[in-house]
T-cell receptor, first 112, second 116 residues
Framework: GENVEQHPSTLSVQEGDSAVIKCTYSDSASNYFPWYKQELGKRPQLIID?????GEKKDQRIAVTLNKTAKHFSLHITETQPEDSAVYFCAATPDSYDKVIFGPGTSLSVIP | EADIYQTPRYLVIGTGKKITLECSQTMGHDKMYWYQQDPGMELHLIHYSYGVNSTEKGDLSSESTVSRIRTEHFPLTLESARPSHTSQYLCASSESGILYSNQPQHFGDGTRLSIL
């Protein structure tokens, strides 16, 4: 089955700097890669997702890149703000699965 | 408003009690999931459902059971609560896409469970 690794487990950046979180997956059949943000005491919420038919997707300050050959994908946050502080989870799944495999999470702290 | 609702939000209860955590969604989603999560930590899938009358065990061994008699309702039951069950339980749902089967999951606010 699918296995998703995520690095780093914790990340601190200065406000205004960029943050990058990297994930690797094991199942070459995986073709859907969502990212979730979970603020302290709140529910996880989807922030961006990408399917294997594209290599990059952007939404304002957030971008995700996918390298199918190397089986890794990354989240990029530019011009970080204190409200970006949260735990971020990557995930991967083949379309034939009905469940999504989550990475262990990255705790991002943006220092004002 | 279409959303996914969990009750109770917090529950403190003694060992040996039977507990049911409620989850309802008003989005008409086919797929529903239960996760166990210690605050800010990894999400562990304990049960999921493709639709009515379908239930499957997840990756984390659990002493809980689920049922899916109605599309919108997916309750989780612990027959005899133990201190090791203390955690947060998150319910989620997603639709079955026409072009792509896997779609984003929508999470509820969770139930914080403490077993004394």
């Amino acid at each position: 089955g699918e296995n998703v690794e995520q690095h780093p487990s914790t990340l601190s950046v200065q406000e205004g700097d960029s943050a990058v979180i990297k994930c690797t997956y094991s199942d070459s059949a995986s073709n859907y890669f969502p990212w979730y943000k979970q603020e302290l005491g709140k529910r996880p919420q989807l922030i961006i997702d990408i399917r294997s038919n594209v290599g990059e997707k952007k939404d304002q300050r957030i971008a995700v890149t996918l390298n199918k050959t190397a089986k890794h994908f990354s989240l990029h946050i530019t011009e970080t703000q204190p409200e970006d502080s949260a735990v971020y989870f990557c995930a991967a799944t083949p379309d034939s699965y009905d469940k999504v495999i989550f990475g262990p999470g990255t705790s991002l702290s943006v220092i004002p | 408003e279409a959303d996914i609702y969990q009750t109770p939000r917090y529950l403190v209860i003694g060992t040996g009690k039977k507990i049911t955590l409620e989850c309802s969604q008003t989005m008409g989603h086919d797929k529903m999931y239960w996760y166990q999560q210690d605050p800010g930590m990894e999400l562990h899938l304990i049960h999921y459902s493709y639709g009515v009358n379908s239930t499957e065990k997840g990756d984390l061994s659990s002493e809980s059971t689920v049922s899916r008699i109605r599309t919108e309702h997916f309750p989780l039951t612990l027959e005899s609560a133990r201190p090791s069950h203390t955690s947060q339980y998150l319910c989620a749902s997603s639709e079955s896409g026409i072009l792509y089967s896997n779609q984003p999951q929508h999470f509820g606010d969770g139930t914080r469970l403490s077993i004394l």
